[in-house]
């Protein structure tokens, strides 16, 4: 049986790659996709504890916070693809400037 605890330690490990991936890469790309694993990492965590405590809260929190990644997601490809047409890149080091 499942318990709390691993769906922390699976909540965690996404987190950690998320985060790994958000500092350690250069590729737009790259960090918006490290950027959803931790968004799904706080909702494992939320779902778990909404689960185990008998609560709706937490619920409602993963719907909002699925509502706000979607959001993020269409905002971030609409930017990097206005980016990408203006410098013909998605390195994160060559994007150094707001106007070029």
Do not use: C, Q
């Not at 950690?16 to 494992?44: D, Q």
């Amino acid at each position: 049986m499942l318990t709390l605890t691993h769906y922390l330690i699976l909540s965690f490990t996404l987190f950690s790659i998320g985060v790994a991936g958000v500092l350690l890469r250069r590729n737009i790309i790259i960090v918006l996709m490290s950027l959803e694993l931790i968004f799904n990492s706080v909702n494992i965590s939320l779902a778990a504890f909404s689960y185990f405590l008998r609560s709706l809260n937490g619920t409602v929190f993963v719907i909002f916070n699925i509502t706000v990644a979607a959001a993020e997601v269409a905002i971030g490809l609409a930017i990097l693809v206005t980016v990408y047409r203006a410098r013909r890149t998605v390195n994160v080091d060559e994007i150094d400037e707001l106007r070029g």
